[in-house]
Each structure stands twice: as C-alpha cells, then as structure tokens.
C-alpha cells in the first residue's frame, strides 16, 4: 500500500469484517465498531474504555480547549495561579459574581433550550444573536410604552411575551424560507443576525424608535429604562443581582423537556428530524412541525433578549447581546439533546464567562479569551465525534448496513 | 451625477474584490463537496496576519505573505476537520469563526499598536484607462494586490472550468464522491487541496482588505463579509460568472454606505449597513430555487463498506 492510499483508508481500517492486530498508528485512538455478540467474551478494560468514549473523548476535548486557554493566558502576561485567582475570584467570589453568572446562565440555557427543539427536529438554529436583538426590541417597544401605573403581574408577562413574539416572528423568515423555498436555514438565520443587530442599532440611534429623547450631545443612543413594572424582580439574596430570570429559564427548559421526550409532539419533532420523507410517509404535517420548531426556537432566544432588557439596567443599547447567541449555541451542540445537560453547561458557562470579566479587570487578560475558550471547546468535540459515537448504536446498526456490501476490493492495494 | 455614479462604481468595485475573492476560493471548495463556512474566519484571521506582518517587517508584500500563510493555516485546520475526521462542516466552520474572531481581538491586544502606520498598497491608476469616464476610476484605479488578485481569480476560474481536467474532477469528486473514488480520482486528496485553495484565497481576501482598504487592523473588520462570500457561491448558481455578479452586486450595496452620506441623502446609518444583508437573503430566498448545489455538498466522504 502506498503512503498516500494508506493516509487514504486509514481511519477506516479498524471497520474492515476481519480485524488485524492494529498497526501502532491513530487507528487506535479510535474505537472499533463491535461485531455484535461475537465480541462480547473478550471485553475488557479496552471495551469498557471504548463505552465511555462518548464521555471521555469531549471531556477530553474540554480539557484540552481549557489548557490552551491557560496557556494564551500567559502569552498575556498572567502567570497561571494569578490569573486561576482571578477568574475563580470572578466566578464564585463574591455575592455579586454568583449572580451575575447565574444570569448569564439562565440567558444561555433559553437560547440553548430554542437550539435544542428545533435541532430535534433536524433544524439548525444558528441565529440566536439576531432573535435576541429582535426580541429585545419588541420588549423595549411595549416596556417603555406601558403607563407607569401598570401592575407588575400584567406588565412583566407582556415585556416577556412581546420578546417571545419578536424573535418568533424573526425566526419565523429563516422558517418559511427553509419549508417554502428550500433555502438552508443555516444560511439564512446567519444572514438573519447581521439584519437583527442593525434593527437594534437602528431602533436605539432613531428617536422616532426607540431612542430616549435627546436633550445634549451626551445623550446616549440608548432606549429610555423600561417602566418600573416591568423589571424582572430579584430573587432577593442579599448582595446578589440575580434576577428571577433562572427560575424562568429552568422552567422554560422543563417545559422544553416534558414536550420533547413525553409527549407525541415531541415524537413527530423527533420523526421528523430523523427522516423527513419517512415522516411525510407517515402523514406527519412535515412543514408545520419545521416551521413551528424553527420559530419556537426564535422565541426562546427573543425571550432571552427580554430578559436582557428587563434586568439591570433596564434599557436597551446597541451592546446588548455581546455573544449570547453564539454562547447560547455551543451550549445547545454541548449538551447533545438532552435539556438537563444544557442546564449543566448553561451554568458551567455562564461562570466561566462571569470569570473571564474578571479576568480582564484583575489580570488584564483580555476577556475575548472566553470565547477563544468556547470555540476550541466546541472544534475538539465535534472534531473528535468520529470516535465518540455510542457503542450501543454501533453495534446495532453496522452488521445490518454492511451484509448487502461485501468489501470492495482496493485497487491500490498492490503496489 | 455622474460623479456620484463613478464614486459609487469605484468604491462598489473596491468592496466587491474581496469577496469575489474569497467567494472564489469558497466555489471551488464547494463544487469539490466541501462547504466552508469558515471563510469569514479566514479572511479575518488573513487581515490580522498580514497587518502584524506588515507592521512588524515594515514591507507590505510580507504583509501578503503573511495574510496567505494565515489563510493556509486555517484552510488546514478545516480540511482537517472537513476532510480528514469527518467534522460536522457547518458546526465546525462557525467555531472556527469564533474563534478567528476572539483570537485575532486577543491577538490584537498583544500585538498591535493603536496608530502605528500600516505599509500598504496605494491606488495604481493605468495610464489613459484610468480617466474613462464612469468606467475608468472604477476598473483601472485599484491597488496593485487587487489586480494581482483579479488576474489569480481569472485563472482560478479558468484552471477549474467546467473544460480542464482540473474541473471535472472536482465536479466529479462533488457530485459524487464514491463514483469518482471508483474511477480512480482521489476524493479526499482533491478535497483537501480544495479546502486549503479556500484558505489561501480568504487569506488573501482579508489581506486586501485589510492593507488595499482600510490600511489598518480593527476588531471583527470583516463583520460578515465572509458570510456573503459564502452566499455570493450560491446566488451565483455556482458558476464564476454568476458568482462575480453576485460579489459585484454586495460590493456596491456595501459602497452605498460611503456614497449615501457624502451625498447628503439622511438614511439612517444602520438601514445601509443591514442593506448588503438583505439582498443576500433575497438572493438565496428568490435564487435557490432554480439552481441546484453540488450533490455532494457537506457528506463527507467514507470508502463503501469500510465504515460508518
């Protein structure tokens, strides 16, 4: 076999029917497909390993993302326990920092928890950013422009519910261009966030929008505050500025969860997600389910855009959502369609970001390192997917795949 | 009037190469199968390269080499992802765009100083062409990178038309992998040389951008150009024709937020800016429908029979 064949086939080889001892190369670092029970006698620390792969191998991922990271953190000049100081410091060291984190949490896990039900239903929601921005204007629109004298029980529902409807409607483009046109809602949604954050640039610089009225050349381009009804209570912890928001966002995410995994709504996203002309076959409405996944996606991640607005302090301006529809994302890809894992990573990230604020201010580690964090996080995971793929589902499907296909022969086999 | 109109033309022109550039490099990486949506990434990562380049040696060609090395790089890393372990390419095109993104802030922060003057490339005006009216500052009064740029793209396009050999091999290995792979063509080779040509022409789009146009380096400056490289590839039906228009188009809507203002006509800001964004999605919106992609576009290629 040629150098260059062998480059070819080799993360394959390990597949092939008859398994030779495999040559010490990266072959190994990936787990063979089982061949049913003819392998079960033989399991041992090896297997074992090879079962745990789907953890392993992102935990892996993870850590190596993380020592990069650190690694960078030195380039900035922050020797390794300064800057773990400050980012713990930022994380859980004060009252303050455990709640703005978990804020940032609980605006993470809606726009994950939009991610994921419309990736049940095999729909890629890359436009987290622009619902969030759509979403908050619309809330901005009605918080403002309520009487003062509206009572919170009215006033907060209607805030949260104009946002939901904002992003929804947002969303809603991207999901009749994928059901009527075809067109990629990958595509679409990622064009979608460049339109959105001009929505909101526009809405907070124009005073027949948005802006508050203008009475100096210092007035900022920004909304007026919201009324005060509108703004999301606290939880009342002393010292801590965590909002309701977590409370809302995990009761989004149960809701999520209770519909995706226990209902027959949950069932057709699923189908549908899995094979759209198998559940077209069935006589599932197939447009429908997409368009209602996409926009219902659109509405979590607007309602996280109300969310926004509706905390401290209470207006809109053009920096609103500074990442929050990326982090929201890798949140979602992270968590792998389970709603108690995104809640897991929510959290985890949404600490990580609070620190990385830290870490700018304490040891001038730029705070894009966070983000330099995620992205890594999220290429070593879905780089290392190949080898993580669940045994169990290996196993059942490869001998009915590979039965009708013998081999083929490797015309470059023989040199 | 006619001013107006040669301004506009001129600075549409100036706006497009860029992403005709890239869009380039992004048509060959998609007629061999592979979508690239890391383009943004590498133009930015391209930009930040050859302006610390530049900076640091003080000579605007290293600049270039610089700005097409970095875009190798990141056309590497894809192709690793894409090709070579099978990646998600849409999932992993936009990590790597966040991570373009944060890293070259990050960068930045270390490495550029505000206000050190950035060797650049000046208009080269041809003689007697350049003083055509409408048409001449438009065509005949670009840098010299952006010439050199339009001549490689021309012979990118010839070189992998649909009549070389070139050509039909990639047409082949994306409209169907495992016949081509059964004729003998070696799929995985053509793709990954496919993803690095996307690499380096990025890099190269960033560069011009960065050395040509704004003569500096400034947080996120490609702001979604990348994007509309990407859909310029398909509102131009994957055909180089179609996909010059399409880039030709972006870049003027893009001028329209220099032109606009001078003129004195009170659009707020934001409408232009969200202007080039908009008819992207008209494009893929009206567009898509009656063209078709290359069949193969993001199924990542596996022998028959060897695996998963």
Redesign the interface.
């Known amino acids: 076999m040629t150098s260059a064949a062998r480059a070819v086939t080799t993360p394959s080889t390990d597949a092939a029917p008859a398994p030779a001892p495999a040559p010490p190369s990266p072959v190994r670092r990936r787990p063979p497909r089982e061949e049913g029970a003819r392998d079960e006698p033989r399991r041992g620390h090896a297997a074992r390993l090879r079962d745990l792969a789907p953890v392993l191998v992102p935990l892996a991922a993870v850590v190596g993302a993380l020592a990069v990271s650190a690694g960078l953190a030195a380039l900035a000049g922050a020797p390794p326990a300064e800057a773990a100081a400050a980012l713990w410091d930022g994380m859980v060291g004060t009252q303050y920092a455990i709640g703005s984190a978990v804020n940032t949490a609980a605006v993470l896990l809606l726009v994950a928890t939009g991610f994921l039900v419309a990736h049940r239903a095999g729909l890629v929601n890359v436009g987290g950013e622009g619902q969030i921005c759509v979403g908050a204007v619309a809330a901005t629109a009605v918080g403002t422009g309520l009487p003062p004298a509206t009572p919170a029980a009215v006033a907060l529902p209607l805030v949260l519910l104009a946002a939901a409807a904002g992003g929804a409607g947002w969303a809603a483009i991207a999901a009749w261009l994928a059901v009527r046109r075809g067109v990629s809602e990958v595509i679409t949604t990622l064009l979608l966030n460049f339109v959105g954050a001009a929505v909101l640039v526009l809405a907070v610089h124009e005073e027949a929008l948005l802006r508050q009225p203008v009475t100096s050349s210092e007035t900022l381009p920004q909304s007026a505050p919201l009324v005060e009804a509108a703004h999301l209570p606290l939880l009342g912890l002393p010292g801590s500025p965590a909002t309701v928001a977590p409370v809302l966002a995990l009761v989004v995410a149960g809701v999520a969860a209770l519909v995706l995994h226990r209902t027959g709504t949950g069932v057709r996203l699923a189908a549908v997600g899995l094979s759209r002309p198998a559940a077209h076959r069935l006589g599932l409405g197939v447009d429908r389910l997409r368009f209602s996944a996409l926009t219902t996606a659109g509405a979590a991640a607007g309602v996280a855009g109300g969310v926004l607005v509706a905390s401290a302090p209470h207006v809109l301006d053009d920096g609103l959502s500074s990442g929050y529809g990326f982090s929201g994302l890798v949140v979602g890809l992270l968590a792998r369609g389970s709603l108690a894992a995104a809640v897991g990573v929510a959290t985890a990230l949404g600490f990580l970001v609070s620190g990385g604020i830290n870490l700018q201010l304490a040891a001038g580690v730029p705070a894009s390192l966070t983000q330099v964090a995620e992205s890594l996080v999220i290429l070593g995971v879905a780089g290392t997917a190949v080898w993580a793929v669940r045994p169990a589902r290996a196993r059942r499907a490869t001998p009915a795949r590979r039965r009708p296909t013998p081999p083929l022969p490797r015309p470059e086999a023989t040199p | 009037m006619i001013d107006t109109l040669t301004d506009l033309l001129a600075a549409g022109v100036a706006l497009a190469v860029p992403v005709l550039v890239a869009a380039s490099g992004e048509l060959v990486g998609e007629r061999s199968g592979v979508l690239t949506?890391s383009v943004e990434g590498m133009m930015l990562t391209g930009a930040f390269a050859s302006v610390v380049g530049a900076t640091t040696t003080g000579s605007a060609l290293v600049g270039v080499a610089c700005g097409a090395a970095a875009g190798l790089l990141a056309g590497l890393l894809q192709a690793?992802?894409s090709v070579?372990?099978?990646?998600?390419q849409?999932?992993?095109g936009?990590?790597?765009n966040?991570?373009a993104?944060?890293?070259t802030?990050?960068g930045a922060?270390?490495l550029l100083e505000r206000g050190t003057v950035v060797p650049g490339f000046d208009r080269l005006p041809v003689p007697l062409l350049a003083d055509l009216p409408v048409l001449g500052p438009a065509l005949f009064q670009q840098t010299g990178l952006a010439y050199v740029l339009l001549v490689a793209v021309a012979g990118l396009g010839f070189l992998t038309s649909r009549r070389t050999t070139w050509g039909i091999t990639l047409s082949a290995v994306g409209e169907d992998a495992a016949s081509a792979d059964r004729a003998?063509v070696?799929v995985?080779?053509v793709r990954f040389l496919a993803v690095l040509v996307v690499g380096v022409l990025s890099g190269l789009a960033g560069t011009q951008l960065a050395l040509a146009e704004v003569h500096t380096f400034t947080d996120n400056m490609t702001?979604?150009v990348g994007?509309l490289a990407?859909?310029a590839v398909?509102a131009g039906s994957w055909r180089p024709v179609g996909v010059a228009v399409a880039a030709l188009v972006f870049g003027l809507a893009q001028a329209l937020q220099f032109t606009l203002p001078a003129l004195g006509v009170d659009v707020?800001?934001?409408?232009l800016?969200?202007l080039p964004?908009?008819l992207?999605?008209l494009a893929?919106?009206?567009l898509?429908?009656h063209s078709r992609p290359p069949t193969g576009l993001t199924t990542p290629f596996?022998?028959?029979?060897?695996?998963?």
């Open positions: 949506m690793l992802l070579v372990v099978r990646a998600n849409i999932v992993t936009i990590a790597a966040a991570l993104l944060a890293g802030t990050f922060r270390l003998g070696p995985l080779r702001a979604g994007y990407v859909v398909i707020p800001f934001a409408l800016v969200m964004y908009v992207a999605l893929v919106g009206g898509v429908a596996v022998r028959l029979g060897r695996a998963a």
